[in-house]
């Protein structure tokens, strides 16, 4: 069984700064890792996805992420935000994608504030 | 470009009472999934379906859930009798090479 932890329910950032979403994961065999936005009473929609290869994944919206088999994790930065960045942040794993079940974690709400 | 959608955007239902939620997944996806999300909590899966059978479950996928494709484009998720924590946004997707495409919810609220 896998599970995902996100630390911070709530992350609030002024416009134009960093920010970063942490994303750590536990897992008995190998994962393939998502990260999802959900804007305001909208769907899920996929922000970026790790299957194999480089551990640094470019995603939309100027949004990256990186892989780290040895910590676990698969925290989301993006150099700097926008006003419109505003939503939940969901980190998922899966132990095959597209075929199994994703599991998610609780959550991030990301504040942006003028 | 192709979408999942679902039907209807928004259900009220009185408890006990069985409800229908409607997906019409992408058209050459073969996987199909719904999952569930309680008011301010996280995503979770309820069930995944390929080949026109179950091929995984949640333990929150009991026998009042059901799910059926009916013909060549829909895919239904049915709750017998609904109870107060039913209440919930259902999402379905579908998924393929390796990505899930996921719907924008039916809210279901369960009186």
């Known amino acids: 069984a896998q599970s995902v932890t996100q630390l911070d329910s709530q992350v609030p950032v002024f416009e134009e700064a960093p920010v970063e979403l942490r994303c750590n994961y536990s897992?008995?065999?190998?994962?393939?890792l998502f990260w999802y936005v959900q804007y305001p009473n909208q769907g899920l929609q996929l922000l970026l996805k790790?299957?194999?290869?480089?551990?640094l994944v470019k995603g939309i919206n100027g949004f990256e992420a990186e892989f780290n088999k040895s910590q676990t994790s698969f925290h989301l930065r993006k150099p700097s935000v926008h006003i419109s960045d505003t939503a939940e942040y969901f980190c998922?794993?899966?132990?095959?994608?597209?075929?199994?079940?994703?599991?998610f974690g609780s959550g991030t709400r990301l504040q942006v504030q003028p | 470009e192709p979408e999942v959608t679902q039907t209807p955007s928004h259900q009220v239902t009185q408890m006990g009472q069985e409800v229908i939620l409607r997906c019409v997944p992408i058209?050459?996806?073969?996987?199909f999934y719904w999952y569930r999300q309680i008011l301010g909590q996280k995503v979770e899966f309820l069930v995944s379906?390929?080949?026109?059978?179950?091929?995984?479950k949640s333990e929150i996928f009991d026998d009042q859930f059901s799910v059926e494709r009916p013909d060549g484009s829909n895919f239904t998720l049915k709750i017998r009798s609904t109870k107060l924590e039913d209440s919930a946004m259902y999402f379905c997707?579908?998924?393929?090479?390796?990505?899930?495409?996921f719907g924008p919810g039916t809210r279901l609220t369960v009186l």
């Open positions: 997707a579908s998924s393929e090479a390796g990505i899930w495409f």
């Open positions: 897992s008995s065999v190998s994962v393939y």
């Open positions: 790790y299957l194999s290869g480089s551990t």
């Open positions: 998922a794993v899966s132990p095959h994608p597209g075929r199994r079940a994703l599991t």
């Open positions: 058209s050459n996806h073969l996987y």
């Open positions: 379906f390929y080949n026109n059978e179950i091929s995984e």
